[in-house]
Nanobody
Framework: QVQLVESGGGLVQPGGSLRLSCAASGNIFRHSAMGWYRQASGKQRELVAHISRGGNTDYADSVKGRFTISRDNAKNTVYLQMNILRPEDTAVYYC??????????????WGQGTQVTVSS
């Protein structure tokens, strides 16, 4: 059974910082590309940041220079450091794992989501 458990969300003032964590259970982390998505009220879920199995990263334009994704394979955990937060970053943030079972095919796993609210 694969589980992704997010933590670290909360209420923060504009300009503040938060760090999200996502711990993966099951023997999948090392073979998974990891991502953070978010879904604001009334909007579609969007990719925020992605880190490949080899550690290459990619970001949505709206968060470049403010957010950093990283992974610790020894701890089966992926992080999202969010700085200079804006009200428009308010959303439920979801952790995603794409577990590759061959070079091209993967299974998708999702966490339960954690609320991030940026407000004064």
């Amino acid at each position: 059974q694969v589980q992704l458990v997010e933590s670290g969300g909360g209420l923060v003032q504009p300009g503040g910082s938060l760090r999200l964590s996502c711990a993966a259970s099951g023997n999948i982390f090392r073979h998974s590309a990891m991502g953070w998505y978010r879904q604001a009220s009334g909007k579609q879920r969007e990719l925020v940041a992605h880190i490949s199995r080899g550690g290459n990263t990619d970001y949505a334009d709206s968060v470049k220079g403010r957010f950093t994704i990283s992974r610790d394979n020894a701890k089966n955990t992926v992080y999202l450091q969010m700085n200079i937060l804006r009200p428009e970053d308010t959303a439920v943030y979801y952790c995603n794992a794409k577990h590759y079972y061959n070079n091209n095919d993967f299974d998708d796993y999702w966490g339960q989501g954690t609320q991030v609210t940026v407000s004064s």
